[in-house]
């Protein structure tokens, strides 16, 4: 398979020369008698385009005018170096990436999930988190070229139908605090960044610690993506005592399958992922899930994701320390694995 960024800087300088050829072969005289070239503003094949780049452009702008959504913008930018943006230089647009599932001949794309649960200014449990550090977090991310992808970004590079950016990370929230609308929204948002949550119905508006329908039909507007967490949070992987095998079963579906259904009535949507209580299931769950139409599932099983993940037992890390050491040798994007 082919590299996206190093075919296109290699086709970046060799159409530099190409231009000069161009000029010589196909130039009008001007009045010194050398050739001269009213360059076109792009250059375009079926596999890409080359556009030079104008005062103001950026590369939102190229991926909405010519892939026709600004969200691509990650696809000009991981197919050109940083002083490619300069005016009047050519940027590569490609049209299409060939190498979905981030294969190099070093090893390969993997997606961290960091997994949250709720946010305060400070904390006493390990699965709260200090506003401070949060954005801390977050700052790191934007300053270090990650970018948050959701479910649907998840499901097609787990498919082999679409690339995914490079230093592709997830973010996700647990259960369903109000202090994640109240106080993690607001520096997601600071910084460009969305999440993915998982909700357990049974806690929607039940106090004024726990997040609303409305607050999550907000935060959809605002690119947030909605999973469920179940129906009460219960450790679906064993039999309770007090449950015969049929019992447990209807416990296991109702869990599943009817909280499905209420996230896709109450949001409008078509709930594609769910996380597993705890993170504990077995194989009649995860059959059960992928049953109840759910294209992914998530554990808290360490670890990121390669595109051949079991898209039922997809790894995520829990961000329970609060030191920076820790919270970046959690965001593994490339496994390496020399194929020479």
Known sequence: MSLAGSRSKRL????????ISMAALLGCAGPTGIPSLSRPEAYRSDERILHRLKVGE??????????????LAW??????PK?????????????????RAGITDKGYQTVPILCYHRFAPSCDSALCMPTDVFEQQ?????????????????????DYRQPIPKNAVMISVDDGYRSMFELAYPILKKYGFTATLFIYIDYVGVSSQAITWDQLRELKRAGFAVGSH??????????????????????LRREIFQSKQILDEKLGQETIIFSYPFGRQNQTVASLAR??????????????????????MIKRDQILKRDMDRFTSQLKTFYHFPLK
């Open 58 to 71: 950026t590369p939102e702008m190229l991926a909405a005018a010519y892939l026709g959504e600004a969200g």
């Open 75 to 80: 696809m000009v930018e991981d197919a050109n």
């Open 12 to 19: 970046s300088a060799g159409f530099h020369l190409m231009l």
């Open 83 to 99: 002083e490619s943006f300069l005016p009047d230089r050519f940027v590569v647009i490609p049209l299409a990436i060939e190498n």
């Open 291 to 312: 049953q109840a139409g759910y294209k992914m599932a998530v554990t808290v099983d360490r670890g990121s994701n390669p595109f051949f993940a079991d898209p039922f």
């Open 230 to 251: 179940s129906i009460a949070h219960s450790d679906l992987s064993r039999q309770r005592k007090d449950e015969d095998h049929k019992a447990y079963l209807a416990r």
């Open 138 to 158: 977050v700052r790191y991310l934007k300053e270090n070229g990650y970018r948050v992808i959701g479910p649907e970004a998840l499901a097609g590079f787990l």
